[in-house]
């Protein structure tokens, strides 16, 4: 496998120049990295430390105090720069026709293995100081191996900073050995994949409404990173004279405005359940959030005046790039000395709670009024940040692809639309409804939404045909021209991975052998108190049921032809394991998560051994509803693939005059001649 090659460069720069920039460009890391470092410490030095101390918390010595927030910003510095240079490589810059990454990419997904490499080794050494901060000795005493090793076990934060070593090592050795774009995107997902850890633990995590702290923040982190990182790629690219520096900068400040819009949502309403408004003012912790806000408003009209200057300066010159990287510069140091505030925000305590919270407003973030009736079931809402927003974005983006197809006069079919707009209410409602809302403590409402995610909502996603829909109403990037989301699609649909995948035995076993491993396997028994194993469980209800119906009644393209009657042999062969599945879950004796649904203190729940069964019934006759759809679907395909055959045949026989006709009737002819003969 051969290096990449460097492409046409629109520019002049000179060797010397381009040095020059990625001397420049080194500095400003540095200063940014300082910055970020500089803010946490004196944040936490003039209030959060003060905060904590108040708190009867003790005071581990001053490396700790100051070294774990320096730290920390430089980790989430660093986390930021490995997610935007891999976001330049994926989705920013093109590759090269060969399919190997551009210059400009491959010199993105380095600057990801080193970022990634600082990540780890800040991560290492926030473990010793994290149980230095939570134990209250200083970090000389918690350093030796031994006592380091079980300390972890007992600390969550530590534990999870362990995770992300690992995490960041694997994202920056993968970033070594990757030269073709197609890497890039798994690379990306597995940088955002190493955020979850801290995302997932913390204040956010605990206390009163932490499911939708703990939402908020995924969704905060994630979009502050792509914005920060992806502005550092840029501008890097940009310093050292890099081709598409122009199309570069579009994307980016369509992704950065999406970014912009999720960061002030999210950081809305994580403060919102932290600080009560009368507090905001009177409080370290209100104050920060205030501050920070401010940082944000001025963060968007600095990237807002950015972009005006430098898109117009890039479209008329793709050289000039004098804008955007005088704004970038200084969008670059005030982002770093935001972080740091985050940092300090992170570390300060929030307000503590008016009331006594309930055993089940502890478990879960909020309370039950009652034993879920239909009513309850009905009406009683708790949007999910996570797939509730999912569900909205995915119809509104569909229908905006049906409305591009519509304004240039071309037909969708509005069977398709319903489906999809179906499967997203589906969606919906499994998660935000009161099903959503009270499936993590009632077994039997878990496995009616389990259900609806992996066997109702997948089916009507297959039919609504997204793909098919992408790529048309998408437009193609042309002969010569940049692959953009079209392209994207494509190379999701056919590539090694979705092959493998779509082989019917692989999609079957997937989607069949989860339910076994999950429940009977202790995963669940384990895990039943997890907000993150929760939002696990339905990403993999959701994704490995679309799996299995786009392979069996799927319109939308797919890697590999399946034959009708392995189709329908897969249907078939399912359902007995779903019964299976059904029964054994009544048969059981013995209840899973009956010591976390104990700990609820819920007095309507209290047999839960039968509450179980009803969930084992649900999943017994859930398989009856999907096996009719899909049955419908399989037999409206097969009759229209029966008449777009009979069609194309007739086409052809208008072309030749029946040639085809003339032949066989040629051929019966000269076989009765034959037979005549021989009777002679």
């Known amino acids: 496998m051969s290096l990449p090659q460097d492409p046409p460069v629109e520019t002049d720069v000179s060797d010397v120049g381009r ?130 090793w079980r ?230 809402w708790r949007f999910d940040l996570i797939f509730g927003t999912l569900a909205v974005v995915l119809a509104v983006v569909y229908l905006l692809g049906v409305r591009r197809l519509w304004a240039r006069g071309d037909a969708w079919p509005l069977g398709r639309t319903i489906a999809w707009l179906s499967g997203c209410v589906v969606l919906l409602f499994a998660t935000s409804s009161g099903v959503g809302r009270y499936s993590p403590a009632v077994f039997s409402i878990h496995m009616g939404q389990h259900m609806a995610l992996s066997m109702l909502a997948p089916i009507l996603f297959a039919l609504g045909g997204a793909v098919t829909l992408a790529l048309r109403a998408l437009p193609p990037a042309g002969r010569g021209g940049a692959p953009g989301p079209r392209e994207w699609v494509l190379a999701a649909v056919h590539n090694p991975y979705s092959r493998f995948l779509t082989i019917p035995i692989v999609a079957a076993v997937i989607f069949v052998a989860g339910f076994y491993a999950l429940y009977m396997g202790g995963i669940y028994d384990s895990f039943v108190d997890s907000h993150a194993a929760h939002l696990l469980m339905n990403l993999h209800f959701l994704l490995s049921g679309y799996l299995f119906y786009w392979v069996v009644i799927g319109i939308d393209p797919k890697p590999r032809e399946v034959e009708p009657l392995t189709k329908l042999a897969m249907v078939f062969g399912s359902l007995p394991f779903h019964a299976f599945f059904g029964i054994a879950l009544m048969s059981m004796t013995t209840v899973m998560g009956g010591w976390f649904f104990g700990s609820l203190g819920l007095g309507w729940n209290v047999d839960l051994l039968d509450d179980q069964r009803t969930g084992g019934s649900f999943a017994w006759a859930s398989g009856e509803v999907p096996l009719v759809v899909v049955m419908l679907a399989l037999l409206i395909q097969w009759s229209r693939g029966d008449a777009k055959l009979a069609k194309r045949i007739d086409r052809a026989a208008d072309r030749d005059h029946d040639a085809e006709l003339a032949a066989y009737n040629a051929m019966y002819a000269e076989l009765a001649k034959r037979d005549r003969e021989v009777r002679k």
Not at 132 to 144: E, F, I, K
Request: aromatic content about 8%.
């Open 151 to 380: 300390a972890i076990e007992q600390v969550a934060m530590a534990e999870a900073w362990r995770t992300t070593v690992v995490f960041a090592l694997i994202v920056a050795v993968g970033c070594r050995l990757a030269l073709r774009w197609g890497w890039t995107p798994v690379l990306f997902g597995g940088a955002i994949v190493t955020m979850m850890p801290l995302a997932l633990t913390g204040h956010s995590s605990s206390g009163g409404a932490h499911d939708l702290a703990t939402n908020s923040l995924i969704l905060h982190l994630v979009s502050a990173s792509v914005w920060v990182g992806g502005l550092f790629a840029v501008l890097a690219h940009a310093m050292r004279g890099g081709a598409h520096t122009d199309i570069a900068a579009r994307r980016f400040s369509l992704t950065a405005t999406i970014a912009f819009v999720v960061i002030g949502i999210s950081g809305v309403i994580n403060s919102w359940v932290r600080v009560p408004l009368d507090e905001l003012f009177t409080t370290t912790y209100g104050r920060l959030v205030l501050a920070k806000a401010a940082a944000l408003i001025v963060l968007g009209v600095f990237g807002y005046l950015q972009r005006r200057a430098s898109l117009p300066a890039l479209v008329a010159d793709p050289r000039d790039r004098a804008a955007l990287i005088r704004f970038g510069g200084v969008e670059v140091v005030i982002f770093a000395a935001t972080m740091g505030l985050a940092v300090g925000l992170g570390r300060t305590p929030p307000p503590p709670p008016t009331t006594v919270p309930t055993p089940a407003e502890v478990e879960l973030g909020y309370s039950l009024a009652g034993p879920p009736t239909a009513t309850r079931l009905l009406f009683d």
């Open 19 to 148: 040095s020059s920039a990625a001397g420049n460009f080194a500095v400003l890391m540095v200063f940014a990295g300082a910055v970020a470092a500089v803010v946490a410490a004196l944040v936490v030095g003039l209030s959060a430390a003060r905060a904590l101390t108040l708190l009867g918390i003790p005071d581990p010595g001053p490396l700790t105090t100051y070294g774990l927030p320096a730290v920390r910003a430089l980790a989430d510095l660093c986390a930021a720069l490995t997610v935007g240079s891999l976001l330049f490589a994926a989705f920013l810059t093109p590759p090269q026709a060969d399919g190997l990454l551009d210059v400009g990419g491959y010199r993105a997904v380095r600057r990801a293995s080193r970022f990634a490499l600082l990540w780890a080794c800040c991560a290492a050494l926030l473990v010793p100081l994290t149980v230095s901060d939570t134990t209250g000795q200083p970090v000389g005493q918690v350093w030796r191996p031994e006592q380091l």
